[in-house]
């Protein structure tokens, strides 16, 4: 059975989110999205879909996070090498975002972490299975 996945996350602004992820490599089904919605694809089954917060609260009766100042959520994706999480992470300070985390190195697995434009947080991570201890 094939699943999709949407992570729906809010943001304060729809063109500058656009910019910001279209930097970073990602592109956009424009089939799922509209002038308040974009739907970044993530890989062939992982999508993200980026609400206008106004357009995300229709889908909660809760107040949204301000994910500047809490974590609503760690979004971690894999990566093909250590250089390919580096670079993301690159691309992703040149854009506008920040790095909220320093690089770990556990020799099989190494990550770096950072903050898109509306403080959410993406974990990238590459794991060497044929390094990775028992």
Known sequence: MVTRIFINLPVRNIEASRKFFTQLGFSFNPRFSSPDTLCMVISEHIFAMLLQEARFAQYTQKEICNAH????????LDAASREEVDDMVR?????G?????EPQDHGYMYGHSFA???GHQWELG?????SMPE
């Open 69 to 76: 100042t809490h974590t609503e959520v760690l979004i971690a």
């Open 91 to 95: 691309k992703a300070v040149e854009a």
């Open 97 to 101: 975002g920040t790095i909220y985390a």
């Open 116 to 118: 898109d434009l509306d």
């Open 126 to 130: 590459h794991l060497d299975m044929a």
